[in-house]
């Protein structure tokens, strides 16, 4: 069983930084994408970013140029560095793998970490 662990969430004042980490383990031959999704109360889960096995990159319009995707050097592991955040930033975190397993492809969900920025 394929299994995500989030950490790095908390709170910020506006305009802090903090650094999201997701790490997969279990039966994994290979990642196609990780991301990075969020939802906030009442509304619905949508995609902050992502990275592909090649380095692409893809970033929501609200967080370009204040986040970044990057790989671990185990590239089962992604990270999700936010600098300048704001309130509208305030949210449940997820990351999302992805990936080829004993199943075939397959895709699978962390449990989440809160961030949660104050002005």
């Known amino acids: 069983q394929v299994q995500l662990v989030e950490s790095g969430g908390g709170s910020v004042q506006a305009g802090g930084s903090l650094r999201l980490s997701c790490a997969a383990s279990g039966i994994i031959f290979s990642i196609n994408a990780m991301g990075w999704y969020r939802q906030a109360p009442g509304k619905q889960r949508d995609l902050v970013a992502a990275i592909t096995s090649g380095g692409s990159t893809t970033y929501a319009d609200s967080v370009k140029g204040r986040f970044t995707i990057s790989r671990g050097n185990a590239k089962n592991t992604v990270y999700l560095q936010m600098n300048s955040l704001k309130p509208e930033d305030t949210a449940v975190y997820s990351c999302?793998?992805?990936?080829?397993?004993?199943?075939?492809?397959?895709?699978?969900w962390g449990q989440g970490t809160q961030v949660t920025v104050s002005s």
């Open positions: 999302n793998a992805d990936f080829w397993g004993r199943a075939g492809r397959d895709t699978t």
